[in-house]
């Protein structure tokens, strides 16, 4: 089995850390790298990452995150923000990419008939936005996981509240979700996942 499928096998979702294990700044920053070296729709980089390693604020977040045990015991929690107006063509944000790529204006005509024919409201924008954070988070996991740093997905918040709290203006940006990392309190059971059969249709 390769490093990486040794990883994923490694990786679950962790309900308790074990609060005295801290996670060392030089491997943090490589699971941020790896969030920031994500692909992305149109390049467009739509992500951004809020580290919160203070003990207080992850404790003051929890109720707007049902109160999960993650939050307290955890060594850092990562929130995923999106991008909305600046995502949406033909904005400064875009034409800054542009200029730094390289791109004409044949982009920014793709890109605005992509965005006409598949959105009609800001919540289209938010939902294609936040499908991006997805991407990002699944690396920042992975590379954990290879790391040996343990991790969860936390989906359960209010977002409005989380957002109001956190002073994150939902005009501009939209919390996607919620990442945890640490250590794991205690050693997990034997990973279940269907055979590959099951999941896999060859078409050859």
Known sequence: MNKFLEAMCFA?????????????????????????????????????????????????????????????????????????????????YIKESMR??????????????????????RKDFEAWSMKQAYLVASSMVNCSAMLGIDSCYIEGFERENLEKFLEIDPQKERIALVLTF??????????YRKPLEDLVDFRD
Not at 109 to 114: D, G, I, N, Q, T
Not at 182 to 191: F, L, M, S, V
Request: charged share 35%; glycine share 4%; hydrophobic share 35%.
């Open 12 to 92: 679950h979702a962790c309900k308790v850390f074990d609060e005295s294990k801290k996670i060392p700044r030089e491997q943090l920053l490589e699971i941020l790298e790896a969030g920031r070296l994500t692909p992305s729709s149109f390049g467009l980089e739509h992500t951004r990452m809020l580290v919160i390693s203070n003990q207080k604020l992850k404790e003051d977040i929890a109720p707007f995150c049902w109160n999960q045990k993650q939050f307290p015991t955890s060594s850092e929690v990562v929130v995923l923000k999106s991008l909305v107006q600046d995502i949406i063509a033909p904005s400064e």
């Open 100 to 121: 730094e790529r390289g791109l004409d204006e044949r982009f920014m005509e793709r890109l605005k008939a992509f965005q006409e024919a598949n959105f009609k409201d």
């Open 182 to 191: 640490g250590y794991r309190a205690k050693e997990q059971g034997k990973k």
